[in-house]
């Protein structure tokens, strides 16, 4: 499946994030990350970012699609992160 991750995660932890994010998904911007992932794939993601978030003040969103097509992608300025495959 295809899934869109943004997260709002406190400085102390953002790293320990950042560094998991990147290890199941493309790094696109700042705290947002996209790609094809599989459904337990994310499901372990989902843990692991549990067990890093404080739940009282961090907050982490997953959309997800079963296919890319259904989704354009625009962007407007430089691109964090360029991809070998475009959408």
């Known amino acids: 499946m295809y ?5 709002d995660i406190g400085e102390k932890r953002v790293a320990k994030m950042l560094k998991l994010c990147r290890q199941y998904l493309n790094w696109i911007q700042n705290s ?3 790609g094809n992932i599989s459904s337990l794939k994310l499901k372990e993601l989902k843990y692991k970012a549990s067990q890093i978030m404080d739940k009282e003040y961090d907050s982490l969103i997953i959309f997800t ?3 890319p097509r259904w989704l354009e992608k625009e962007v ?7 991809l070998d495959v475009f959408l």
């Open 3 to 7: 899934c869109i991750l943004v997260y």
């Open 76 to 82: 407007i300025g430089k691109e964090r992160n360029s």
């Open 65 to 67: 699609s079963r296919n």
């Open 32 to 34: 947002v990350f996209e």
